[in-house]
């Protein structure tokens, strides 16, 4: 059975009446209208807030060093890290959608890749910031490229922490390379219908002078192809990677050989859960109503729920390891964890990511936008929760009961969050209102296929 | 001034079936220097007007191979040759630790090699070319289906070429300068 197979029937992936006119007309101007919505203007100075916060906060760390969070030994990871590992699984899930449903060919990921991509981008950039930030010295991060020195000595290439750095830095850069591939022909489609002159030569210059021509249509189908190949082993290992971060400490709870694929699992449920989170949204403001339809929701609550159940598979075991094994401080730590200080947290995660997510099993929690916002603004919220206790719980009862002991979120801590919530949300805004957010070029085709509409 | 070159003579075809039917007449005439320009990729275009050389997958393959080497050599060179440090007795050349950068690094360079190869072989960036002086052509990217029969062919004869253009559809069929 295919994700969507039961409704076929009931919905189209692309309703009747949409013409290749109209798409190029309807997408054309979201972006190309001269007024910009109140309601982007709204979100864009509530993010810019937002992201001035994360301005303030970032000096006075910078100022004052990481003392104004609350690490300390024992817990000497604290929010920055598991808004890190947080980030770049929201990042994955774009990625997901774009690249592994293009190599299934999916139908319904046209539509939405787009809205997946912006967000990887900008999630990425959230995670990027974050390591730096945790960086005691953040001035000497340049410290984990591989140049030549006058201390003639390199970076330690056994450590995961440095794969980690190589993944990220890698997956940026080939992110901005395939959104920009898949944009391409887009952007001369604005070059095409803009009518005003800093529009013109703005989408002009971004286009290239794309001509739409058979040779390159021929090489754009080839090349799209082969970075969704390259892109969908890409994306698994870098949230893998960030998994043998911890897998590679011998904390407990942490040194477990199956963080790789736990880490995989909880980014393709909490980046779906972002990408419908998004995508109701935009589909209501830009009045997508056409060609985002029950059946791409339908699709991505489906995925979301195998990625619950993928996560609460991960989960059971976490539970099961420590009782199974003879750690004692394994034991421990995962008795504190579920019965301790950081037991509603614990709690929080298995609620907002397993068990609520199974009302999608039925259909008509599916068919409601409301629900399905409530059920994935839960499991990112679950999400967080589980970086949190994966951080600061497995620290906080590591082998040696003499350094145990609570972590205790400053206000800089918060405002760090808010404020990475601000910098996505302002570079979500800013792609939203130049950027066709929906990949035309695409929707052509799956008009074309669908028959003339 | 002198008016400029005569670059050819463009159709606009209302439907991706037109233009398939008109190319497909044109080349088994024994036209070649034809040109198709569609807002998405129709399918037996490319077959008619493409050229399948294998070469973009051929640079994916050493972009990845180069990639994979410089990946590893870096963390070899620098980890077991330049500056040699024990740590806990691990053989200098540990390589199952160098396969993850390695790994990262191969495909960063397979996709750069592909994203650098993609452009180079649209011949892109490239601002000006002739067919964008053609009336209507902005629709090439929303609506329509432009067919362009270079002048440059040896069988060029803006009679004939304009009679087959338009008896499979074409809406408008003019000449294109510059």
């Known amino acids: ?453 | 001034m002198s008016e400029p070159a005569l670059h050819g003579l463009i159709g606009e075809f209302p439907t991706p079936a037109g233009i398939v039917a008109a190319a497909r007449q044109l080349g088994d005439s024994g036209f070649r220097h034809l040109d198709a320009y569609t807002p998405y990729p129709v399918k037996p275009l490319d077959e008619l007007l493409g050229r399948r050389r294998p070469w973009l997958a051929v640079t994916v393959l050493a972009g990845t191979l180069v990639g994979a080497f410089c990946g590893y050599f870096v963390q070899i060179w620098a980890a077991s040759i330049d500056y040699p440090i024990n740590i806990g007795g691990r053989p200098y050349d540990s390589w199952p630790a160098f396969t993850v950068s390695a790994f990262e690094m191969t495909v960063l360079f397979a996709l750069t090699a592909g994203f650098v190869a993609f452009l180079i072989g649209c011949r892109l960036p490239l601002y000006y070319h002739p067919v964008f002086t053609a009336g209507e052509f902005d629709r090439a990217s929303q609506d329509r289906f432009f067919l362009c029969v270079e002048a440059a062919d040896p069988r060029f004869d803006a009679e004939r070429v304009g009679d087959i253009l338009r008896r499979h559809g074409a809406e408008r069929v003019e000449p294109v300068r510059g």
């Open chain 1, 1 to 453: 059975m295919t994700v969507t197979a039961d409704t076929d029937s009931e919905f189209a992936v692309v309703r009747p009446g949409v013409t290749l006119t109209s798409l190029s007309a309807h997408i054309g101007d979201t972006v190309l209208r001269p007024k910009t919505p109140r309601w982007w203007w709204i979100g864009f100075l509530f993010s810019l807030a937002l992201l001035m916060v994360l301005v303030i906060a970032t000096v006075w760390l910078f100022v004052n060093g990481i003392g104004v969070w609350g690490v300390d030994i024992p817990v000497a990871w604290g929010l920055a890290i598991a808004e890190y590992v947080w980030w770049i699984a929201l990042a994955s899930g774009g990625t997901i959608v774009s690249a592994l449903f293009y190599l299934t060919r999916s139908p319904w990921r046209s539509a939405i890749s787009r809205i997946a991509e912006s967000m990887m981008l900008c999630a990425a950039a959230s995670a990027g910031i974050m390591p730096i930030l945790h960086l005691g010295r953040p001035g000497l991060f340049y410290w984990l490229f591989p140049y030549p020195n006058v201390m003639g000595i390199w970076p330690q290439f056994r450590s995961p922490l440095l794969w980690d750095f190589v993944c990220l830095l890698c997956y940026i850069l080939m992110s901005a390379m395939f959104y920009y591939t898949g944009l391409l022909p887009d952007l001369a489609t604005m070059r095409d219908r803009s009518r005003r002159r800093w529009q013109q030569i703005f989408y002009g210059i971004l286009a290239l002078g794309w001509r739409g021509s058979a040779v390159q249509w021929q090489r754009y189908k080839s090349v799209y192809y082969i970075m969704a190949a390259i892109m969908a082993p890409m994306v698994v290992s870098v949230h893998s990677v960030v998994g043998l971060d911890f897998a590679g400490g011998l904390t407990p709870g942490w040194h477990s050989t199956q963080f790789p694929p736990y880490f995989f699992f909880g980014a393709v449920i909490s980046g779906i859960a972002l990408v419908i989170l998004l995508t109701v949204p935009i589909r209501h403001a830009y009045s997508l109503h056409a060609i985002i339809t029950e059946y791409h929701l339908n699709a991505l609550a489906k995925i979301m729920l195998t990625g619950s159940l993928m996560l609460g598979f991960a989960y059971f075991w976490e539970a099961f390891g420590p009782y199974y094994g003879s750690e004692v401080a394994e034991r421990t730590m995962f008795t504190e964890r579920a019965f301790g200080f950081y037991a509603a947290s614990f709690w929080a995660t298995i609620a907002l990511n397993i068990a609520i997510p199974q009302l999608l099993w039925v259909p008509l929690v599916r068919r409601s936008e409301l629900l399905l916002c409530l059920i994935a603004g839960g499991i990112i919220v679950g999400m967080w929760f589980e970086r949190f206790v994966i951080v600061v719980t497995s620290l906080h009862r590591n082998h040696i009961p003499s350094e145990w002991g609570n972590f205790f979120p400053t206000l800089w801590d918060w405002a760090i969050l808010a404020g990475s919530i601000g910098l996505f949300l302002t570079l979500f805004l800013l792609i939203l209102r130049f950027v066709p957010i929906v990949s035309i070029s695409e929707m052509r085709e799956l008009i074309d296929c669908e028959g003339p509409g």
